[in-house]
């Protein structure tokens, strides 16, 4: 029996998480598919430190879990330092670090211990999660800056093997790091399966003249809800209802979204649900028409995927990787600064019948099925972890330095 190939993963995020967006099933899929060729340390904090501080349930802090197919140690927020982070590498000596995201308190420490020497030449992939995109920057814009301009003078990503999801996100990276980054597109990877159970029964009878809106995400300016609900007050036609399930991460943007609803007549009902596990989260999301997302920008999207596999059409902005929605007559990809597509799409909705509802439905989930087989993804990153562990000639010898 061959040896696996060691990867030890840093992300400030992993299951049970279900507040903390898509980076956490960048891990999950990654790993799902994976298993049998690699094993898989994950290191994570032990709380979602960006909502909410409380420590999982059914996990030992600062200590190694065995979670699914992967072992999983997650840090107490008093231990997550730079030392501790090189104790569990030592110990684990891996054949290669994937760090799952470019600007974290994790990725930053590993970075800044490398650069010291301390990690000798070991591997590193490193998935920007489309933290570099112009729309993520714009946020917290002068902090970002700051560091990276820190980061390009010390050469922090120095010989990272960057795995872009996508053309865009290389281009992203390009423009950013001005060191001449290594750059590999490797799409993030689905899950193999995504409410394996469905039954079109699930939905809610469409009548003609009425539609159930579906958002499903972190409430916060980049996901742009506010703009879907200012289209809804300013179409006023129908009887719509629109279920809004995540954590309400940003809340002076939450209070934004509040005083555009209080002016909503009575055709239009919105309800906060709040946050669920994913599978909760996808039965709410299936008993709905449409799934709606106008985000100012999505470096993957798997929201829209688990959206089809419940049968849901889309609504969608156009920044993002998802050019077959309309030629798949799976929904509508649309420019924010075309108000009068979104306005047209939202008729076509709230007009569509029982029969036409049901054919396009159809379709989404037929289409959903089509893209989780994801050969040529899986493939594609088969290569970046195969160009990482072809470099390392440092096997077994990775040692705890200061």
Known sequence: ???????????????????????????????ERFADRYEFFVVTR????????????????????????ANVFYFSNENLNERKFLALIAEVQPDAIFLNSSLSTPTIKVLRARRKGALDELPLILAPCGELSEAALSLKAYKKKLFLTYANSIDLYRGVIWKATSANERDEVKAVIKKDPEIMIA???TPKAILPDYDPAWKTPKATGAAHF???????????????????????????????????????????????????????????????????????????????????????GYVFIEALAAGCPLLISDRNIWSGIEPNQVGWRMPLDRTDLWASALDQCVNMDQQEYDQMSGRCRAYSQELLKQ????????????RALGSNSKRGTVALTR
């Not at 993963?9 to 899929?29: A, C, E, K, R």
């Not at 032990?46 to 197919?69: E, P």
């Not at 179409?235 to 940003?250: A, C, F, P, R």
Request: aromatic share 10%; hydrophobic share 40%; charged share 25%.
């Open 1 to 31: 029996m061959s040896i696996k190939s060691r990867i030890i993963v840093f992300s400030d995020s992993y299951l049970p998480s279900h507040t903390s967006g898509g980076g956490v099933w960048t891990i999950v899929n990654l790993i």
């Open 46 to 69: 032990n709380n979602d430190f960006k909502t909410n501080r409380q420590v999982y349930d059914g996990i030992r802090s600062d200590a190694w879990n065995d979670l699914g197919n």
């Open 187 to 189: 799409p993030d990877l």
């Open 214 to 300: 579906v958002f499903l995400s972190r409430v916060m300016r980049k996901k742009n809800l506010g703009f879907f609900l200012k289209l809804l007050g300013e179409s006023g036609k129908g009887n719509i209802e629109v279920d809004i399930i995540g954590q309400l991460e940003d809340q002076g943007y939450w209070s934004e979204c509040l005083s555009q609803i209080e002016k909503f007549s009575d055709n239009i009902q919105v309800r906060a649900l709040g946050s669920f596990p994913n599978r909760e989260a996808l039965e709410l999301t299936a008993r709905n028409h449409f799934f709606v997302l106008p985000t100012l920008d999505e470096n993957f």
């Open 375 to 386: 050969e040529d993804a899986e493939q594609a990153n088969v290569k970046v972890f195969e």
